[in-house]
Structures are given as C-alpha cells and as structure tokens.
C-alpha cells in the first residue's frame, strides 16, 4: 500500500474563499472566484432535467443508484464518461444517463474554476432514482461518499484538475512490464485535500487485480494533482474522500 504525506505547516492565505466576486488585474478573470467546482447547472439542458424519468418508470425502472464520473472542459463539455457501482436494478438508469451525456447529446456543465481561471476537471456524481407515491424522484449529487449521500447533503466533493498549478494529466493505463496482457482493472485511493486544493495525503486502499501495478499508476497520476476543494454550504471546506479509477484493457 502506498502512502503519500505533505507537511500542513504552511497554508495559502486566501483573501476570499466563498462564491463572490474578486477585484484581480486582469479584466477576464475579475469576474471569476476563486474556487467552483463543476457543476451540473440549471434549467432545461441540466442533466437532472434531460433525464427521461417518464420513460425510465414506463420501462419498468424501480429504485436505484449509480455513481458516475466525467472530465469538463473549460467550455462546460463533457467528456470521457464512466458509469459504475450501480444497485442491481440500475441498467435502464444507467443507460439513460450515458445517453444523455452521450457526445450525441451534447451535454454542458458549468466548468471549474481554480485561481478565477477556467480549468479542466473530472467531476464525481451520484444519481438516485426511486417512485414515491406514483411519481419519480430523482437526484444527482456532486460527491460519491456514502454518509453524504445517506443525508442528502449538498456536499460537493474535491474534483482534480488540469492546468495552472496541477501537474495532473489523467489517468494512465500501467506500462506494459506491469501488465504483459491487458486486462480491466480498478483502484480506489483516500484523499486528503485541504480548503485550497492543495493535496495533503494520498492512500491506495485496493486493486483489483492485484500486484499488476492498478494502484501505482492511479497513485502517481494523482499524487501530481491539484484539485477544486470540496464545497459544504457554497464554501470550499478541507474532505477526506475515496476516489475510484477505473481502467479499460484498451486504456482508461
């Protein structure tokens, strides 16, 4: 198991932590704040309005859960969508939400935003769905952690990114001595981001398979990593969180 430490002894003095304006030189970035994460947005090309809820309870879609993840660009698009961790009865409300974050579809996000610039980010939601006297309810949170979830709270969990200070670039399959044939593999890590962004510690929890390198790569991919910190109350807060990493045999 790896264990990644950063001294906490010296932290960023941020003037303005919150979602207001700040008076900064140049007149493109004036407007932005200093942190926000992605986000889904509002109104009628929002995710949680595209999703079909109708047509999922027509089809026969009961209650269900599924996590999913996927980069936003600085333009809001979306990009390079993974689905997983679905309840066993989640596959119509897994498929409708690929759909609509389909390239097809065109999706949009509100982008991140790290020091009142416009950044790449991977954003982590969970998508709820279940039929409360006849009628759907359903809900989109911006975090996978089970207790945040079980409250329903507006938790919005550390989301990496690229660019300006974050010498992160994605997430890269093992090399080749790692894994001689390819195969799919997993690896959930512990991070510890502080009210900055900044990383404070990094743990690999668990690979799937073992000891073909899964939980290296995720962990050096990472560990380069500047992230948008985790929001409670619309105010970047320090998060103890678990991120999952998922590889395909042809890469992630």
């Not at 009865?89 to 097809?104: C, H």
């Not at 999952?244 to 045999?249: C, R």
């Amino acid at each position: 198991m790896r264990i990644f430490g950063i001294s906490a002894a010296v932290l960023l003095s941020i003037v303005d932590l919150g979602w207001s304006q700040v008076d900064v030189p140049s007149s493109q970035t004036a407007k932005l704040p200093m942190y926000r994460p992605a986000l889904l947005g509002t109104g009628p090309d929002s995710l949680i309005n595209r999703i079909d809820t109708a047509g999922l309870i027509k089809q026969g879609q009961k209650d269900a859960a599924i996590m999913f993840s996927c980069s936003v660009e600085k333009d809001g698009t979306v990009a390079s969508v993974s689905t997983y961790r679905g309840t066993p009865d989640s596959k119509l409300l897994e498929q409708e939400i690929l759909k609509k974050l389909s390239a097809a579809a065109n999706p949009k996000f509100i982008p991140a935003i790290y020091n009142h610039m416009l950044v790449d980010a991977i954003y982590y939601g969970t998508v709820t769905f279940g039929i409360v006297n006849d009628k759907p309810r359903l809900r989109i949170f911006s975090n996978q952690e089970r207790e945040e979830l079980k409250k329903e709270s507006d938790f919005i969990g550390p989301q990496p990114f690229w660019g300006g200070d974050s010498r992160f670039n994605g997430f890269h399959y093992p090399s080749a001595r790692s894994v001689p044939v390819q195969v799919d593999g997993a690896a959930e890590l512990e991070v510890k981001v502080d009210a900055t962004g900044s990383l404070r510690d990094l743990q690999v929890l668990s690979e799937q398979p073992p000891f073909l390198g899964f939980g290296d790569a995720a962990f050096d991919d990472l560990s380069k990593a500047k992230f948008i910190p985790a929001f409670r109350d619309g105010k970047p807060v320090a998060s103890n969180v678990k991120i999952p990493v998922y590889y395909k045999e042809k890469g992630f």
